[in-house]
């Protein structure tokens, strides 16, 4: 029993150890657990319950697995190279701009891919092999993709950057798993912008099921917040994320929509705590939109309140509910409203 507890001890310190390489990382690296503890154990990572400590790190290092039950970026399988925020020769007229039309706008793509096994050999002669894929090369074939048509979805546009990443020598035969990112900076009224996310694993001959993701950047809304007598006075602004996942094919150009009600239900509310306004808002989210159009979609959303911690950047909460939870939790929201535009009826101290 004692040696049993001083190994948990061991590779718990042995997970903090990790956090060094990590901390400064983007969890969109590609970095698997097992492999960075098996740099660090000098070996194979079967001899502990990989499992276990792979949810310890998870819940550590990468916020999104804990609430999604994978690191976002997922499927990571082994080594793997990635290009950002890469801008298009021609400029694609993909995705709705912030007014909801079909209009050209700026539009950066960023590609992360996961290869079958390692790039040790290419690593040993210090040259370029088939064990990885010349970043160069596809970074200009990504820059060379034309429009297909005057106007085309997100989904369409990730279609074709996938297709071009398996066409990149050394083919699909490489690549075990990609995710793509489709960032439109303009496409947002209120916030830092939207992006596309799309993962997907690959067979031998085609591509699997792909998971897509919508993510609304930092939307700044203005609200009634806070249980302290000044904050009853005036307005202060919040900063809103919402991630909107497991979308169907031709759904992502919902986002003007989503923004603009995402500010209609959170605007005009008047709650003291955030956990009540984040409850209130999934709720209404799900009745205005989500049961109609992404009723498969689970939801995330974190508020962040920047003016409530003077000496922090600001604290904040978050909310993750996923399909089946909504549907649920909706039937008790009927029976049991939580009640918007609340009155400031308390006596608050001045």
């Not at 499927?75 to 007014?99: E, H, M, T, Y």
């Not at 992360?112 to 370029?128: E, G, I, N």
Request: net charge neutral.
């Amino acid at each position: 029993m004692r040696a049993g507890c001083l190994v948990y001890v061991f590779l718990r310190l042995l997970i903090l150890d990790v956090s060094a390489h990590v901390a400064r990382a983007s969890p969109h690296t590609g970095l698997s657990f097992e492999a960075l503890t098996r740099s660090n154990l000098g070996g194979s990572p079967g001899a502990y319950n990989i499992e276990r400590y792979r949810q310890d790190f998870a819940d550590i290092y990468f916020p999104a697995m804990a609430l999604t039950g994978r690191p976002y970026g997922e499927p990571w399988c082994k080594d793997g190279i990635s290009v950002r925020n890469l801008s298009f020769a021609i400029s694609p007229q993909a995705g709705c701009d912030v007014w909801g039309r079909q209009k050209e706008q700026p539009c950066l793509v960023s590609v992360s891919l996961s290869f079958r096994s390692s790039y040790t050999s290419a690593a040993r002669k210090d040259t370029l092999d088939e064990s990885t894929m010349h970043y160069g090369i596809l970074a200009k074939r990504l820059r060379a993709i034309k429009p297909s048509n005057d106007w085309q979805s997100i989904d369409q546009l990730a279609d074709a950057v996938s297709q071009t990443i398996l066409d990149t020598p050394p083919g699909s035969g490489l690549v075990k798993a990609c995710q793509i990112e489709v960032h439109l900076p303009k496409a947002s009224m209120l916030g830092d912008g939207v992006t596309f996310i799309r993962s997907t694993s690959f067979d031998n001959v085609a591509s699997a099921a792909a998971r897509r993701m919508l993510h609304l950047q930092n939307v700044r809304i203005p609200t009634l917040i806070g249980v302290n007598a000044h904050e009853r006075t005036r307005k202060q602004p919040l900063i809103v994320s919402l991630w909107i996942d497991g979308l169907q094919y031709g759904t992502s150009e919902t986002y003007p929509e989503l923004e603009t009600e995402l500010v209609d239900i959170i605007e005009p509310t008047a709650f003291e705590t955030l956990e009540s306004l984040a409850v209130h808002t999934v709720d209404q989210l799900y009745e205005r939109i989500l049961k109609r159009k992404l009723s498969d979609a689970s939801i995330r959303l974190r508020f962040e309140k920047p003016q409530a911690i003077i000496f922090a950047d600001a604290p904040a909460i978050e909310i993750y509910r996923t399909a089946e939870e909504l549907a649920s939790e909706a039937q008790d929201q009927r029976e049991t409203p939580i009640t918007a535009g609340l009155q400031i009826i308390k006596p608050y101290a001045t």
